[in-house]
């Protein structure tokens, strides 16, 4: 059974810092990987999606990377900012199945 | 650009009382997804669609049910429902079910009292 595990779950910078959240997984038979964000209450706004043939996608501020073999992802976000306060997750979906597989999420605060 | 759009966007119910709950997803998108997030936890699969047929099945109770309509959206319908029924319950679509993006629609927030 795939298991999805997002460290540290909660994590407090100043403004201005690069930061890398960590998502690992247990099964490497991924199809591919998606970072989200979501916003206390709120749905979730994705924001990059991994195939398990890439290595990495890159989206202004933000760097995603996959090491499927290790069963490992991260999320590079570079001169963190207030408005970049959210949880962020990441999901897996399997070769197998149509769902998303979710971790627990990390709950970033950026202080000004 | 057009966005999965769900309504209601908060509904409140007493228990063993019937919900519905509907989504409409981005135009051209053919795979519905439904997943349930109860507070504190990640969001759980319950159910998708690809072209108006049944395709992946998660944790969904037997008293809820779904169906996809030939206009491509999606009801979720909900009996008997229970106190551990609250949660926020999203809608999903993509335009490829294998290797497209999932985009998620804002939530239906259930309350059962």
């Known amino acids: 059974k795939q298991e999805v595990t997002q460290i540290p779950a909660a994590l407090s910078v100043p403004e201005g810092e690069n930061l890398v959240l960590n998502c690992s997984f247990t099964?490497?038979?991924?199809?591919?990987l998606q970072w989200f964000r979501q916003d206390p209450g709120k749905g979730l706004t994705s924001l990059l999606l991994?195939?398990?043939?890439?290595r990495e996608q890159t989206s202004g501020r933000l760097n995603a990377s996959l090491d499927k073999s290790s069963g490992r992802s991260t999320l590079y976000i570079a001169a963190s900012q207030p408005g970049d306060s959210a949880t962020y997750l990441c999901?897996?979906?399997?070769?197998?199945?149509?769902?998303?597989?979710f971790g627990s999420g990390t709950r970033l605060l950026v202080r000004p | 650009a057009a966005g999965v759009i769900q309504s209601p966007r908060h509904l409140i119910k007493e228990k063993r009382e019937t919900a519905t709950l509907k989504c409409y997803p981005i135009?051209?998108?053919?795979?519905v997804y439904w997943y349930q997030q109860g507070p504190g936890q990640d969001p759980q699969f319950l159910i998708s669609?690809?072209?108006?047929?049944?395709?992946d099945k998660g944790s969904i109770p037997d008293r809820f049910s779904a169906q996809q309509f030939s206009d491509y959206h999606s009801e979720l319908n909900m009996s008997s429902l229970e106190l551990g029924d609250s949660a926020l319950y999203f809608c999903?679509?993509?335009?490829?079910?294998?290797?497209?993006?999932?985009?998620f629609g804002p939530g239906t927030r259930l309350t059962v009292l």
């Open positions: 999903a679509s993509s335009r490829d079910r294998i290797t497209d993006t999932q985009y």
């Open positions: 991994i195939q398990s043939s890439q």
């Open positions: 669609f690809y072209e108006k047929m049944q395709s």
């Open positions: 999901a897996v979906k399997m070769d197998s199945s149509y769902k998303l597989i």
């Open positions: 099964d490497s038979a991924i199809y591919n």
């Open positions: 135009p051209r998108h053919d795979t």
